[in-house]
């Protein structure tokens, strides 16, 4: 019965790894588009990867993917005076 519980715990344990972290897919607060608009490309900051660019939906702000040595996360992406850039919003109508 033992050797049953730790053969469930390993199978359990590596099928996890098989499932992609929320914050390496950009999760479900983000959304992708085509490419970069070329204005947005010249105003970012050096040293940013534009090859996956997404807007952030909670506050219309560009995101783009860091692959560091432990983990893929998407962060905020900058222009050369380290401000982040975001895209216009469309405001509703005032009541």
Not at 3 to 11: C, S
């Amino acid at each position: 019965m033992k050797k049953l519980g730790i053969f469930l715990g390993t199978a359990a344990l590596s099928l996890s790894a098989c499932v992609s972290p929320e914050g390496a897919s950009g999760g479900a607060d983000t959304r992708s588009f085509g490419s970069v608009p070329e204005n947005v490309r010249a105003i970012a900051a050096p040293g940013q990867d534009l090859s996956d660019v997404r807007i952030n939906n909670a506050d219309g702000c560009f995101v783009y993917r860091y692959q560091g040595p432990v983990e893929t996360t998407y962060l905020p992406l900058r222009n050369r005076k380290g401000q982040p850039i975001c895209a216009k919003r469309d405001e509703p109508p005032a009541a």
